[in-house]
């Protein structure tokens, strides 16, 4: 089991730089043996355990001044059950890595977010998300899981075995125990169609209903001070496979989506006067495309301007006055939004801490260049979030606490029970766990 540093003078920070912590020690176990034993040495010690993967989070949902686990060496795939058509997988294994390995394999996760750099650990633990008309999160797509427990038991988790641990802890927010397994469902790889198109927001909101019941997967981007959107509609195709060309994913992938927006928004957070006109040309800047391709290639595109995120989960049917109201709000303030909002959707799903959990959601993220001042739009942006009794997003900046959540999540006291009998001693405790969950 190696011992590690973390970042200049032991501290770690997350990969938005808005999140910051000192551990007493890191360690990174080569198996769930040495995870096990990590955690109970931690206990003797009287130390406080969280387990952190790529630092995605803009929550300090991983943050201890205790021992922090790095699962980098917890990699790689246990087993494919090609009768059952599920994937067993370590728990510090990127998302990337997986997708990858399963495509060689003919095989494909059902839905993914819009980044794969996370861990499908510290993925699945927050909730992490794409959009979907029918499929949910990924952790929605769990089948099984392996949990170390606060004893330094280890305990394998389904709907069989150990089924009330399994129910809350596809979504666990490392409050329960630290993952060190997951099975996936997967089903043989399909291709998927693209299609994306720019469309003025006042059409995607009248027409919403329609455009999210007609695709499998439907998504826009606005882009505050103007009225322009860019859409995107991911529906299942017999093929032939037709991937956007080299020379054109760079431009508009890299080139635009990155580099260049990149400098805009360094140009922006130096001139703020400046971001309308900027976000003028932002919106107009990517043309309409269509290409078809195997699922991650479509699901995923490259993040690499840093940023930090609000996302709220509203009810579906709350969705369009939400945009709304959030469009006024940008309109009649002096606010300069340099980043789109954007918009996904998700069935309801039987997850307790899931932020689909029994009602079908519609999700509003918004962002700030990192470096950029966003408080005052996060602080504005969560009222109308809340006012329609919105779940925040657990590794997203958000405000809310115990007594807020409790009322939005018929199922709260279920987990916080259950967390009372797999924790008492509160090993997995943090100063964000405390004001989420409770103490």
């Not at 040495?41 to 790095?70: C, M, N, P, Q, Y």
Request: hydrophobic share 40%; charged share 25%; proline share 5%.
């Amino acid at each position: 089991m190696g011992s590690t540093a973390n970042g200049t003078n032991g501290t770690w920070r997350n990969w938005g730089g808005n999140v910051r912590a000192r551990p007493a020690r890191e360690v990174a176990p080569a198996s769930v043996d040495e995870l096990a034993e990590a955690v109970r040495r931690a206990a003797e010690d009287g130390l406080r355990v969280k387990a952190v993967g790529t630092g995605h989070s803009f929550t300090s949902v991983a943050a201890t001044d205790g021992v922090l686990i790095r699962p980098h060496l917890l990699t790689g795939i246990r087993g494919i059950d090609r009768a059952a058509m599920t994937v067993t997988v370590e728990a510090g294994t990127p998302l990337k890595r997986l997708n990858r390995a399963l495509a060689r394999e003919g095989l494909s996760l059902t839905n993914m977010g819009d980044i794969m750099e996370q861990t499908v650990s510290g993925a699945t633990s927050t909730g992490t998300h794409g959009t979907g008309r029918e499929s949910g999160s990924i952790a929605a797509e769990i089948r099984a899981l392996e949990l170390v427990t606060a004893d330094g038991s280890v305990l394998t988790c389904s709907a069989r075995e150990n089924p009330e641990v399994f129910a809350a802890a596809r979504i666990g927010l490392g409050a329960l125990g630290v993952v060190s397994a997951i099975t996936f469902a997967v089903e043989p790889v399909f291709l998927l169609t693209a299609r994306e198109e720019p469309m003025p927001l006042e059409r995607v909101l009248a027409d919403f209903d329609a455009l999210w019941a007609e695709n499998e997967h439907f998504e826009f981007y606005w882009f505050p001070h103007t009225g322009n959107t860019h859409t995107k509609r991911n529906n299942r195709s017999a093929g032939p496979e037709r991937p956007v060309g080299r020379a054109r994913a760079w431009f508009e992938d890299e080139f635009l989506s990155n580099g260049a927006f990149e400098v805009v928004s360094r140009v922006g957070r130096a001139v703020p006067a400046a971001v309308p006109a900027i976000a003028r040309i932002s919106s107009r800047a990517l043309s309409a495309r269509t290409y078809t391709d195997i699922p991650y290639k479509v699901f995923t595109s490259p993040r690499r301007v840093r940023f930090v995120e609000m996302e709220y989960a509203v009810p579906r049917e709350a969705l369009v006055g939400t945009v709304r109201e959030l469009k006024a709000l940008v309109d009649r303030s002096s606010l300069r939004i340099g980043f789109p909002v954007e918009v996904r959707t998700a069935p309801a799903d039987d997850i307790p801490l899931s932020t689909a959990s029994g009602r079908d959601s519609a999700y509003v993220a918004v962002h700030m260049f990192r470096g950029t001042p966003y408080r005052a739009y996060f602080t504005a942006a969560e009222r109308i979030f809340t006012a329609h009794g919105g779940r925040p997003h657990w590794g997203k900046v958000h405000t809310r606490d115990a007594a807020y959540l409790s009322r939005v999540y018929p199922r709260f006291g279920e987990f916080t029970a259950l967390r009372d009998r797999l924790d008492p001693d509160r090993r997995f405790q943090n100063d964000y766990l405390r004001r989420v969950l409770g103490p």
